[in-house]
């Protein structure tokens, strides 16, 4: 890159607005991991986040680099799948890691097959930092 490109200005501030707004939506996703009690709950922000935040960067970057070089840049869209399949994917191997772990030491946690148990099963009695069980305690965890 020799010389200094230059984008319309339409294309500067739909490029920022995206940017912001791709970033604004992944720190929602870590207020959300960062405000939420149990492992269950802190997990569907930043999986949020990640997925809704990438759209937006993905689009910015797709019209950015659209604009500067001669064609269209379709290269992002492979990362923009490559994410939206694996997110999704990690986030439900780690709920149910956490589900059989929590099953294993005993923990009030929904049954496969919709018993009895999953009726009153919350997420607050499974505070990861504070295990509690069914009877040990009926209010939920202390907050962070």
């Given at each position: 890159?020799t010389g200094?490109?230059?984008l319309?200005?339409w294309?500067?501030?739909?490029?920022?607005?995206?940017l912001?707004?791709?970033?604004?939506?992944?720190?929602?996703?870590?207020?959300g991991?960062?405000r939420?009690?149990?492992?269950?709950?802190r997990?569907?922000?930043p999986?949020l986040?990640?997925?809704?935040?990438?759209?937006?960067v993905?689009?910015?970057?797709?019209?950015?680099?659209?604009?500067?070089?001669?064609g269209p840049?379709?290269?992002?869209?492979l990362?923009?799948v490559?994410l939206?399949?694996?997110v999704?994917?990690?986030?439900?191997?780690?709920?149910?890691?956490?589900?059989?772990r929590?099953?294993r030491?005993?923990?009030?946690?929904p049954?496969?097959?919709?018993?009895?148990?999953?009726a009153r099963?919350?997420?607050?009695t499974?505070?990861d930092?504070h295990?509690?069980?069914a009877?040990e305690?009926?209010?939920?965890?202390p907050?962070?």
């Open positions: 890159m200094e490109m230059m319309p200005l294309a500067e501030i739909t490029v920022s607005l995206l912001v707004a791709g970033g604004l939506l992944t720190l929602a996703g870590c207020l991991l960062w939420f009690h149990s492992f269950y709950q997990m569907h922000g999986t986040g990640a997925t809704m935040g990438m759209v937006f993905v689009l910015a970057s797709m019209l950015y680099f659209t604009m500067t070089d001669e840049a379709l290269h992002e869209v990362i923009a490559f939206a399949l694996t999704p994917a990690t986030t439900l191997m780690l709920a149910r890691a956490a589900l059989y929590h099953r030491a005993g923990k009030d946690v049954l496969p097959d919709g018993e009895t148990t999953a099963f919350r997420t607050d499974l505070d930092e295990y509690y069980s009877d305690k009926k209010s939920p965890p907050a962070p």
